[in-house]
């Protein structure tokens, strides 16, 4: 015996048998085998392809079957004669009818409807004018292509008689059969509310009988099945990949070269693996495709898979670091189509879906999302939360991945945010509110401990913490807040308990009913080694905090997640968005030393890329209240490190200038993979440093300290004048 695995079946060979053994394994736009497998997908190949066959024969169409067992189709096993190939022409044997039986080396092609995209187009414009309701064909059309050569070819009609070795009455037979089969599918199929497009069968010559048999299998690999606009084939898989930069640059290939397989391969350009939910959307295609082929269609399944062949558009505000990963990730989703990024910046960025515009505010931006059919908005940062972009475009019908001005006020009124740890439960530090100075200052005065957190109430861009070891430093922070007000923020502020422990961020996605976990990272917030200096907005993280317990992680889950999402339940503040936890592991266990109503920068540089899960489809149904359809996040098992890279000066406490317009030489194969824009842009055709964190790195490995080595080992190909990095984000 002789077993051959062919991208989509097993095929053991015996003296006179085949034996087909369908897997879970696919292969589309004559790729090949793809990356990931579409689990029960062979199961249910088998049991379509069992029905179609009983069906065949029932109608005195005869097909080559043996018979199946509960894990394969066996049938006649025909001799095949591929054609010699010289000089890219192809000749075929001339076969003996009368004495002998074969393969006969064509796909036999049969169409009811041409849509769109369908090759036929091409060979035959004119065609669509004859068509009713734009893709039905007025009737069955038949083509013929080759079978045994190395890429499929259409031949003209004449050419395919040659190559069969039929004669002209047995190839108008091979045709007969082809139509009435069709048309006996199509008629079965219709009666179960689905329509056939177009499809193929194969035939074998049997010189004993004299006739022409079906061999090979039929089923939705087979077939092009419409279920009220839901596509109930393989070309559903196909969707999976238009939006991809690998299938962008494939269709580019092949229109060049014959050798374009080699080409990709060569550099290492392949199909991205698919997200959990595709995976999931893959086997409920083929599940529905045998029931409904068996027994009916259900078209409640059908929307749900029609969610994944659509594409959209997002809208993004926000251009710093984190808002490009945010951007990769929506990048890297098939769903997306068109990706518009709200900047001012010249610069270009590298993912393929990127389109930027300018709007100033948000009537603006309004407009705009009308003229595009935006599908998405996500805010990035906390500043148009306040403005209450997210409310005026959600009024305006429009879904948005950002909470409300009143919700985001966990991140802009700290007051606020104590005031709901307090009633919820969530364990936090002590705290007291203060509008007076005076009182503040009476209060640092009388109370018995000398080391306390003062901290302006309102958003102070990291300014306004004053953590202080005595009383003379807590003074200090009250009239540099208060009476000075030098600081955003401080009309009110809050004098807290100093807590002691290692600190680390956690993410969970919030809509009105839910709250999904996304994972954890640590920052580095000073700017200098060893966390020595002032605070930044944060010079490098990992993902996740691997010193952290799975005790630890449920308890955050569970004590402070869970509860805050009860409060704005009972208290009907719709928090749709991401939930920021700053978090610290001290003595008497896990405590919020603050909330954010956005993700971290740059934490989400290194916990986005750890997220396996679709980000368009994840941001999508928090954005439309439907979390709690979204299965359980699923975070790659490796750790991700991003660092970040300063100008001179930053972060400019005290007003001191920052070194600004510097020309940064970076390599472009880093620029276009692993690096995160954050404040820099062109002039005058130079890329320079703009702002205080200009760019970052992020890389994946095994463990923290390769994470670590693999960062270092590229920031070397970055510098400009005056740049700032740490040299121990990791450890
Ligand atoms: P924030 O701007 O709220 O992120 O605070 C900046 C930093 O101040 C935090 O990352 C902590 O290191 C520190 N901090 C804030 N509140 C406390 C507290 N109650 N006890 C100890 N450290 C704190
Ligand atoms: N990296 C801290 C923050 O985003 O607030």
Same mark, same amino acid.
């Given at each position: 015996?002789?077993?051959?695995?062919?991208?989509?079946?097993?095929?053991?060979f015996y003296?006179?048998?085949?034996?087909?053994?369908?897997?879970?394994?696919?292969?589309?736009?004559?790729?090949?085998?793809?990356?990931?497998?579409?689990?029960?997908?062979?199961?249910?190949?088998?049991?379509?392809?069992?029905?179609?066959?009983?069906?065949?024969?029932?109608?005195?169409?005869?097909?080559?079957?043996?018979?199946?067992?509960?894990?394969?189709?066996?049938?006649?096993?025909?001799?095949? &004669?591929?054609?010699?190939?010289?000089?890219?022409?192809?000749?075929?044997?001339?076969?003996?009818?009368?004495?002998?039986?074969?393969?006969?080396?064509?796909?036999?092609?049969?169409?009811?409807?041409?849509?769109?995209g369908?090759?036929?187009?091409? *060979?035959? @414009?004119e065609?669509?004018? +004859?068509?009713?309701?734009?893709?039905?064909?007025?009737?069955?059309?038949?083509?013929?292509?080759?079978?045994?050569?190395?890429?499929?070819?259409?031949?003209?009609? =004449?050419?395919?008689?040659?190559?069969?070795s039929?004669?002209?009455?047995?190839?108008?037979?091979l045709?007969?059969?082809?139509?009435?089969?069709?048309?006996?599918?199509?008629?079965?199929?219709?009666?179960?509310?689905?329509?056939?497009y177009?499809?193929?069968?194969?035939?074998?010559?049997?010189?004993?009988?004299?006739?022409?048999?079906?061999?090979?299998?039929?089923?939705?690999?087979?077939?092009?099945?419409?279920?009220?606009?839901?596509?109930?084939?393989k070309?559903?898989?196909?969707?999976?990949?238009?939006?991809?930069?690998?299938?962008?640059?494939?269709? $580019?290939?092949?229109?060049?070269?014959?050798n374009?397989?080699?080409?990709?391969?060569?550099?290492?350009?392949?199909?991205? #693996?698919? +997200?959990?939910?595709?995976?999931?959307?893959?086997?409920k295609?083929?599940?529905?495709?045998?029931?409904?082929?068996?027994?009916?269609?259900?078209? +409640?399944?059908?929307?749900?898979?029609?969610?994944?062949?659509?594409?959209?558009?997002?809208?993004?505000?926000?251009?710093?670091?984190?808002?490009?990963?945010?951007?990769?990730?929506?990048?890297?989703?098939?769903?997306?189509?068109?990706?518009?990024?709200?900047?001012?910046?010249?610069?270009?960025?590298?993912?393929?879906?990127?389109?930027?515009?300018?709007?100033?505010?948000?009537?603006?931006?309004?407009?705009?999302?009308?003229?595009?059919?935006?599908?998405?908005?996500?805010?990035?940062?906390?500043?148009?939360?306040?403005?209450a972009?997210?409310?005026?475009?959600?009024?305006?019908?429009?879904?948005?991945?950002?909470?409300?001005?009143?919700?985001?006020?966990?991140?802009?009124?700290?007051?606020?945010?104590?005031?709901?740890?307090?009633?919820?439960?969530?364990?936090?530090?002590?705290?007291k509110?203060?509008?007076?100075?005076?009182?503040?200052?009476?209060?640092?005065?009388?109370?018995?401990?000398?080391?306390?957190?003062?901290?302006?109430d309102?958003?102070?861009?990291?300014?306004?913490?004053?953590?202080c070891?005595?009383?003379?430093?807590?003074?200090?922070?009250?009239?540099?807040?208060?009476?000075?007000?030098?600081?955003?923020?401080?009309? $009110?502020?809050?004098?807290?308990?100093?807590?002691?422990?290692?600190?680390?961020?956690?993410?969970?996605?919030?809509?009105?009913? /839910?709250?999904?976990?996304l994972?954890t990272?640590?920052?580095?917030? *000073?700017?200098?080694?060893?966390?020595?200096?002032?605070?930044?907005?944060?010079?490098?993280?990992? +993902? @996740?905090?691997?010193?952290?317990?799975?005790?630890?992680?449920?308890f955050?889950?569970?004590?402070? &997640? /869970?509860?805050?999402?009860?409060?704005?339940?009972? =208290?009907?503040?719709?928090?749709?968005?991401?939930?920021?936890?700053?978090?610290?592991?001290?003595?008497?266990?896990?405590?919020?030393?603050?909330?954010?109503?956005?993700?971290?920068? @740059?934490?989400?540089?290194?916990l986005?890329?750890?997220?396996?899960?679709?980000?368009?489809?994840?941001?999508?149904?928090?954005?439309?209240?439907?979390?709690?359809?979204?299965?359980?996040?699923?975070?790659?098992?490796?750790?991700?490190?991003?660092?970040?890279?300063?100008?001179?000066?930053?972060?400019?406490?005290?007003?001191?200038?920052?070194?600004?317009?510097?020309?940064?030489s970076?390599?472009?194969?880093?620029?276009?993979?692993?690096?995160?824009?954050?404040?820099?842009?062109?002039?005058?055709?130079?890329?320079? #440093?703009?702002?205080? *964190?200009?760019?970052?790195?992020?890389?994946?490995?095994?463990?923290?300290?390769?994470?670590k080595?693999?960062?270092?080992?590229?920031?070397?190909?970055?510098?400009?004048?005056?740049?700032?990095?740490?040299?121990?984000?990791?450890?």
């Amino acid at each position: 015996m002789k077993t051959r695995k062919a991208s989509v079946k097993n095929l053991y060979f015996y003296a006179d048998k085949i034996e087909f053994e369908f897997s879970d394994r696919y292969s589309i736009f004559d790729w090949g085998e793809m990356p990931d497998q579409i689990p029960g997908k062979g199961q249910c190949l088998l049991n379509i392809a069992k029905h179609f066959d009983h069906l065949l024969n029932d109608n005195s169409f005869k097909t080559a079957t043996l018979g199946f067992d509960s894990q394969k189709m066996s049938q006649r096993l025909f001799p095949a &004669f591929p054609p010699k190939i010289e000089a890219k022409t192809f000749t075929y044997k001339k076969l003996d009818p009368k004495n002998s039986s074969y393969l006969v080396p064509l796909e036999v092609i049969f169409r009811f409807a041409l849509p769109e995209g369908s090759s036929l187009l091409k *060979r035959k @414009p004119e065609l669509k004018e +004859s068509c009713i309701n734009g893709i039905f064909l007025p009737e069955c059309y038949i083509e013929f292509s080759t079978k045994l050569e190395p890429s499929d070819r259409y031949l003209s009609e =004449h050419e395919a008689q040659q190559i069969s070795s039929l004669d002209s009455t047995n190839f108008s037979i091979l045709k007969e059969k082809t139509l009435g089969a069709a048309k006996l599918l199509q008629k079965h199929l219709s009666e179960k509310n689905l329509e056939l497009y177009d499809g193929k069968f194969e035939f074998a010559w049997d010189h004993k009988k004299q006739e022409l048999i079906f061999i090979d299998s039929i089923g939705i690999d087979e077939l092009r099945i419409n279920a009220k606009g839901l596509k109930l084939s393989k070309e559903y898989l196909r969707s999976f990949y238009r939006n991809t930069k690998w299938f962008d640059d494939l269709s $580019k290939e092949k229109q060049q070269s014959t050798n374009w397989k080699e080409k990709m391969l060569a550099e290492n350009n392949r199909p991205q #693996n698919l +997200s959990p939910e595709l995976i999931a959307a893959g086997v409920k295609l083929y599940q529905l495709a045998e029931a409904s082929i068996k027994n009916e269609l259900d078209s +409640s399944k059908v929307n749900e898979l029609l969610y994944f062949q659509k594409s959209r558009k997002v809208f993004v505000l926000g251009d710093g670091g984190r808002e490009h990963a945010i951007i990769k990730s929506l990048n890297n989703s098939p769903l997306t189509s068109q990706i518009y990024l709200n900047t001012k910046k010249q610069l270009d960025y590298p993912e393929h879906k990127l389109r930027k515009v300018y709007y100033s505010n948000k009537e603006e931006c309004l407009e705009f999302l009308k003229q595009e059919q935006i599908d998405l908005v996500v805010i990035g940062p906390e500043a148009y939360l306040e403005q209450a972009y997210s409310d005026y475009f959600r009024q305006n019908s429009f879904p948005v991945f950002g909470p409300s001005q009143k919700a985001s006020q966990i991140e802009s009124s700290k007051d606020f945010s104590k005031k709901i740890m307090l009633e919820a439960n969530i364990p936090t530090a002590e705290a007291k509110d203060f509008e007076s100075a005076e009182q503040a200052i009476q209060y640092i005065q009388e109370t018995p401990t000398e080391k306390m957190v003062v901290k302006a109430d309102g958003l102070a861009a990291g300014k306004g913490v004053f953590v202080c070891d005595n009383k003379t430093q807590a003074l200090e922070a009250v009239n540099l807040l208060m009476l000075e007000k030098s600081i955003p923020g401080g009309e $009110k502020i809050l004098i807290e308990e100093r807590m002691y422990g290692p600190e680390f961020s956690a993410f969970a996605l919030f809509d009105k009913e /839910s709250f999904k976990f996304l994972g954890t990272a640590c920052d580095y917030k *000073r700017i200098f080694d060893g966390n020595k200096g002032p605070n930044t907005g944060g010079m490098g993280t990992y +993902s @996740p905090s691997d010193w952290l317990s799975e005790e630890d992680i449920e308890f955050t889950k569970n004590k402070i &997640f /869970s509860p805050l999402l009860n409060y704005f339940k009972k =208290h009907k503040l719709d928090y749709i968005g991401v939930v920021f936890a700053g978090l610290m592991k001290t003595k008497s266990g896990i405590r919020v030393i603050e909330y954010n109503a956005r993700f971290g920068d @740059p934490e989400t540089q290194s916990l986005l890329p750890r997220i396996e899960n679709d980000f368009f489809y994840l941001l999508d149904h928090c954005a439309n209240s439907k979390l709690n359809k979204v299965n359980e996040i699923s975070e790659k098992n490796q750790t991700c490190l991003h660092l970040v890279f300063a100008s001179g000066g930053y972060p400019g406490i005290d007003g001191k200038a920052l070194s600004l317009g510097n020309e940064i030489s970076i390599s472009e194969n880093l620029k276009s993979q692993d690096c995160y824009f954050a404040g820099l842009d062109l002039k005058d055709g130079k890329l320079v #440093n703009t702002g205080g *964190r200009v760019l970052g790195i992020s890389q994946m490995a095994k463990t923290r300290k390769e994470a670590k080595e693999k960062v270092y080992a590229l920031a070397k190909n970055i510098e400009f004048k005056d740049m700032q990095i740490r040299s121990d984000i990791g450890e």
